[in-house]
C-alpha cells in the first residue's frame, strides 16, 4: 500500500464503504402477470424496477432481482439517478405490441418510437393520437383501432369461456369426489350396523341350561344303579 493511496479520499471511501466497489443499475422490465394473463386471455405484462448488482472482474456473482426498499436505501445514489432519469416514464401495464400477431418486429418497434406500447393504448387512443400514426399499421390508424378492440374483446370473451368451463369442470369433480365419499361412509355404517346386529343375535341365542343340584344326584344314582 503507498502512502498516496492512503492520502486518497476515494480510496479511504473504498475501504470504509464496501459497497463502492459494486456496480449497481435500476432498471425497469417488463415481467408478465400470470393471473391477469389467464384472467384475460392474451399476455399481460407490467412494468416491474429490478436492480442489478455485481463487482467488476467478477462475473460468477450477479444479483439481479426486484428492487426492495433496502436497495433503495443502501444506494440512494444509484437510487437518485434511476429516479432523475426515468421518473417521467410511463408504467407499461397490458399487452406488448410485440406480443400481438397483427404487427411484426418492425412495426412494433416504430409504434414504441411513437410511444405507443401496448395494445390497450392502441385501442384507447383519441383521433388526435391516431393522426400520427398514418398507415404505420398497413390500414387506416382508426381501423387500426378497431382491430386492436376487437382482438382484447375476443380475447376476454375466449378467457371467460374458458374459466366457465374450468369453473364447471372442477364443480364435477368436486361433486364426483363428495358422491364416492358419501358412498364410503355409508358402506363402513351398513358394515357397522351388520356387525351390531350379528353381535346382538348372537347373545339372544337360547343356550343349554345348566344342571340343577337334584337332577345331579339323581343322574349319579341311576349310574350307580
Do not use: C
Amino acid at each position: 500500500m503507498l502512502a498516496s493511496d492512503i492520502n486518497n479520499p476515494e480510496y479511504q471511501g473504498a475501504i470504509s464503504n464496501p459497497d463502492s466497489r459494486l456496480s449497481v443499475k435500476f432498471y425497469n422490465k417488463a415481467v408478465q402477470n400470470n393471473f391477469r394473463t389467464e384472467k384475460e386471455g392474451r399476455p399481460i405484462f407490467e412494468d416491474v424496477t429490478f436492480v442489478r448488482i455485481t463487482l467488476p472482474g467478477d462475473t460468477n456473482n450477479i444479483i439481479d432481482t426486484f428492487a426492495r426498499d433496502e436497495h433503495k436505501s443502501r444506494f440512494p445514489l444509484q437510487w437518485a439517478h434511476y429516479k432523475n432519469t426515468h421518473g417521467d416514464d410511463q408504467q407499461m401495464i397490458g399487452t406488448p405490441l410485440s406480443s400481438w400477431p397483427l404487427l411484426t418486429t418492425a412495426q412494433a418497434e416504430e409504434l414504441k418510437a411513437l410511444k405507443f406500447y401496448t395494445v390497450e393504448q392502441i385501442a384507447g387512443a383519441s383521433d388526435l393520437q391516431l393522426q400520427k400514426l398514418g398507415m404505420l399499421a398497413g390500414m387506416s390508424p382508426y381501423a387500426f383501432r378497431d382491430r386492436a378492440a376487437k382482438y382484447l374483446s375476443i380475447a376476454k370473451n375466449e378467457a371467460d369461456a374458458t374459466q366457465a368451463d374450468s369453473r364447471v369442470k372442477q364443480l364435477e369433480e368436486e361433486n364426483a369426489k363428495l358422491k364416492a365419499e358419501t358412498e364410503a361412509k355409508m358402506e363402513a355404517m351398513q358394515a357397522q350396523m351388520a356387525l351390531l346386529m350379528e353381535a346382538v343375535g348372537n347373545r339372544q341365542k337360547p343356550g343349554r341350561k345348566p344342571k340343577s343340584e337334584s337332577e345331579s344326584s339323581d343322574s349319579e344314582a341311576q349310574i350307580t344303579e
